[in-house]
Nanobody, 125 residues
Framework: VQLQASGGGLVQAGGSLRLSCTASGFSIDHYNIAWYRQAPGKEREGVSC???????SYADSVKGRFTISSDSAKNTVYLQMNGLKPEDTAAYYC????????????????????WGQGTQVTVSS
């Protein structure tokens, strides 16, 4: 059972990246999936989440620029990031919680059942 995050890289400000979070060993259909990020010297912060029923949530800092979506057939959740800014630079992690509750991007210790290993996003100015 694991989550595999991928798709990070180096991009210029204003550019785009699409992150993928692929689950193995369980179906994302019954899980809330969230993306978090952590920059060096800063606390982890929630970016976006997707509820098993399709509800979404975004941090104010990414609203209008990032879009979360899923592909059940591929057991994958995506984070499309457009209009990237240098302040988006961070390691991005995905996490999965088995629940039918609305998803949250709050940082809650012990909330998630699984975490991915992180993928680095670097935005140059």
């Amino acid at each position: 059972v694991q989550l595999q995050a991928s798709g990070g890289g180096l991009v210029q400000a204003g550019g785009s990246l699409r992150l993928s979070c692929t689950a193995s060993g369980f179906s994302i259909d019954h899980y809330n999936i969230a993306w978090y990020r952590q920059a060096p010297g800063k606390e982890r912060e929630g970016v976006s989440c997707l509820n098993s029923g399709g509800q979404t949530s975004y941090a104010d800092s990414v609203k209008g620029r990032f879009t979360i979506s899923s592909d059940s057939a591929k057991n994958t959740v995506y984070l499309q990031m457009n209009g990237l800014k240098p302040e988006d630079t961070a390691a991005y992690y995905c996490a999965a919680e088995y629940t039918f509750n609305p998803c949250t991007i709050m940082v809650v210790s012990g909330l998630y059942d699984y975490w991915g290993q992180g993928t680095q996003v670097t935005v140059s100015s």
